[in-house]
C-alpha cells in the first residue's frame, strides 16, 4: 500500500523541541523530494521545509528557519522535521508529503 504515516507529534511548551518522523511504504523512498506542511486552526495549509531525494538541497519557510530542520534517511523510508525553539504559533497539524501523496498528519500543540 502506497502511504505516508507521520508520528512525534504531541503537547509541549514554549521553547521545547519536538522531532516528527513520517515514514513512506509502497514506492521507491529515494527518488521523491519530500515535503513538510501545516495547517494552523483557521489559516490556510503552508509549506514548512522540503528536502531533495539525497538530502542536498533543502528548503524551509521564512518563519522557521534557524530552529526547523528538515533531514531524511533512505535507507529507513523515513523523513525528520526536528524543530527547536517552538512557539505557539507553531501549533498545527503537520502532514508529510510526496508528489501527489499525503499523510493523515500529526497535532503539534505549543503551549504554556
Known amino acids: 500500500q502506497v502511504q505516508l504515516v507521520e508520528s512525534g507529534g504531541g503537547l509541549v511548551q514554549p521553547g521545547e523541541s519536538l522531532t516528527l518522523s513520517c515514514v513512506g511504504s509502497?514506492?521507491?523512498?529515494?527518488?521523491?523530494?519530500m515535503r513538510w506542511f501545516r495547517r494552523a486552526p483557521g489559516k490556510e495549509r503552508e509549506l514548512v521545509a522540503g528536502?531533495?531525494?539525497?538530502?542536498?538541497?533543502?528548503e524551509y519557510a521564512e518563519s522557521v528557519k534557524g530552529r526547523f530542520t528538515i533531514s531524511r534517511d533512505n535507507a529507513k523510508n523515513t523523513v525528520y522535521l526536528q524543530m527547536n525553539s517552538l512557539e505557539p504559533e507553531d501549533t498545527a497539524v503537520y502532514y508529510c508529503?510526496?508528489?501527489?501523496?499525503w499523510g493523515p498528519g500529526t497535532q503539534v500543540t505549543v503551549s504554556s
Open positions: 508529503n510526496r508528489h501527489q501523496l
Open positions: 528536502i531533495s531525494t539525497w538530502g542536498t538541497s533543502t
Open positions: 509502497g514506492f521507491t523512498f529515494d527518488t521523491y523530494y
